[in-house]
C-alpha cells in the first residue's frame, strides 16, 4: 500500500509519498498561511493530501501528520503547538471530517525519531532516541519500530526537563528548561544575555572555529549543559542511540567537545552510547510522518 506524509510546519507544509517498499514517489512544498487562522491550515492540509493522493490515482494509502504539538488523550484537542490558533482545537476529528478517512497524527519530532531509526541514523538499534535540536527542543523514543507515545502523550518531550530550576523562563511556564539553553533560540538568547550582543548561532558558531575569547567561553557551558542534558537522558532510558536533528546538530564540536562533556555526567564507568548526526536531513519529519501513517 501506498504511504502519504505531511509535515505541518510554522511556515512550511511538505507533503510526501512513499510506495509499500519505502522509495520516495512524490514531494511538494506549499506556504502554512498559519495567519489566516485555523480554518485555512485545514483547508491547506486537505488541498496538498489531495494532490498527493492524486499523483497515486487515488488508489489506498496509508495517511500520517507530523505537526508540532500532540493530540491531548483526555480530550482530543491539540496542545503543547508553537503554532498556537491550533492549541485546544479537536484537529484529528476535524481533519478526519473534512479528509473523510482516519488519520493519524504525531508530534514532529516522533516522526524525525521514526524515521531515523528505519530509515536513517538508527537503523538496526533497537531503542533510539531522536534529539531535535533547531529553534526549540524536542525529542521522540523509538522501540522495535513504534514510536513510543506515552499516557499523557509526553514521551519524549526532552526540551522541558529543566537542568537548572533557577534559570531563565521558558514559554512552557517552567525556568531552566534545557531548550532554553541548548535550543538555537535559547544559544542566541543566553549569549545576548552574557555579552550585550546579539549574534546568530551561526555567527557564534563561527566565533569559536576561529577562537574568539567570548564565543569559546560561551560555549564551554554550552557544551556542558548540552552534556548534562543529555547524561540525565541517557540515565533514565539508556538507549542504543541518539540521532541528532535540527539546525544546532550542524554543530561538528557537539560530536567531540559536547559528547566528552555527556561522558562527564552519565551515570555509567563509561558512555557506551552513540551519539551520532543524522542521515536523512530536513526530509526525516515528513518521511516519519508517512512511516506513521493508518
Known sequence: MFRIGIDLGGTKIEGIVLDAQGPELFRKRIETQRELGYRHILNRIKELHDELAAQIKHQ?????????????????????SNTTCMIGQPVKSDLENLLGRKIEIQNDAN?????????GAGRGKKLVFGVIMGTGCGGGIVHNGEVIVGRQAIAG????????????????????????????GGIEARYAEQFGVKRTFREIEKDFYACEPKAVEFMKMFF?????????????????????????????????????????????????????????????GVIGAALIGI
Open 60 to 80: 489506498p494509502h496509508t495517511f500520517g501528520i507530523g505537526a508540532p504539538g500532540v493530540v491531548s488523550p483526555r480530550n482530543g484537542l491539540m496542545k503543547n
Open 157 to 184: 518531550e526532552w526540551g522541558h526537563m529543566s537542568i537548572d530550576p533557577n534559570g531563565p523562563p521558558c514559554y512552557c511556564g517552567q525556568r531552566g528548561c534545557v531548550e532554553t539553553f541548548i535550543s538555537g
Open 224 to 284: 556542558r549543559n548540552f552534556g548534562r542534558a543529555l547524561a540525565n537522558l541517557i540515565d533514565v532510558l539508556d538507549p542504543d542511540v541518539i540521532v541528532l536533528g535540527g539546525g544546532v546538530s550542524k554543530f561538528d564540536a557537539l560530536y567531540t567537545e559536547g559528547i566528552a562533556e555527556v561522558a562527564k555526567f552519565v551515570f555509567s564507568d563509561s558512555l557506551e552510547t552513540p551519539i551520532v548526526k543524522h542521515q536523512l536531513g530536513d526530509s526525516a
Open 111 to 119: 516522526c524525525f525519531a521514526m524515521a531515523e531509526a528505519l530509515h
